[in-house]
């Protein structure tokens, strides 16, 4: 009776064991050299954005954004580089974590052409895997992550170096953003 009690008392615990165990959630990890995750999100428009979309037609920018002041100082930078690579095949996608009436009035104060989007509940952050603001993510024709560059740098060093990154991943000649965004403001200042 006791071996039998005690073969019991094991299959007990071996149930509870098993069955206390964790669900393991694959957590798919975005890194330089991996794949961008699946994405989508709606522009402000309502006009759906696929990433794989985008990405199956050339390289993609995607900025994860806000509207402080050094995310500010730093469009100017990012516009830059939308537009100095764009007819070479970028597409910038800019997404902020602004309320939806608040990002319309300042992308029409700044003249922004690049797309953009709305995320005021931080999906797209959770989906890139990261809490940085800002985080920009380039990604190579067919969707593969060719650099990731987080945190806000006002003074274009941060835009300058991915800069260099667009370029190469276009096939194109570099164009120095920091030096176009400063002669840009020398000129508006005269």
């Known amino acids: 009776m006791k071996r039998f009690l005690s073969l019991i008392v094991s299959l007990c615990v071996v149930v509870v064991v098993i069955g206390d165990e964790p669900a393991k959630v694959a957590v798919k990890k975005v890194e330089i050299g991996g794949l961008a995750p699946d994405f989508k999100i709606k522009d402000a428009a309502g006009k759906e954005i696929n990433l794989a979309d985008l990405t199956s037609k050339g390289a993609v920018l995607v900025r994860l954004t806000c509207g402080c002041s050094g995310c500010d100082q730093e469009l100017a930078y990012f516009q830059a580089i939308h537009d100095a690579y764009k007819e070479s095949g970028l597409t910038s996608l800019a997404i902020f974590k602004e309320p939806d009436a608040k990002v319309a009035t300042y992308a029409k ?3 922004i052409s690049m797309l953009y989007a ?6 797209s952050w959770k989906i890139f895997d990261t809490k940085t603001m800002p985080t920009n993510f ?3 024709k067919g ?3 060719v ?3 987080p945190g806000c740098d006002p ?6 170096k991915l800069s260099e990154k667009v370029a190469k991943t276009v096939n194109t000649e570099n164009i120095d953003v ?4 400063e002669d840009s403001k020398k000129k508006s200042v005269k």
Not at 118 to 123: A, I, Q, R, S
Not at 155 to 160: E, I, N, Q, R, T
Request: aromatic share 0%; net charge positive.
């Open 109 to 111: 104060a700044k003249n």
């Open 118 to 123: 709305v995320d005021t509940k931080g999906e």
């Open 138 to 140: 380039l990604i190579e």
């Open 143 to 145: 969707g593969k992550i």
């Open 147 to 149: 650099a990731i560059a």
């Open 155 to 160: 003074s274009g060093l941060v835009a300058k």
């Open 178 to 181: 920091k030096k176009k965004v």
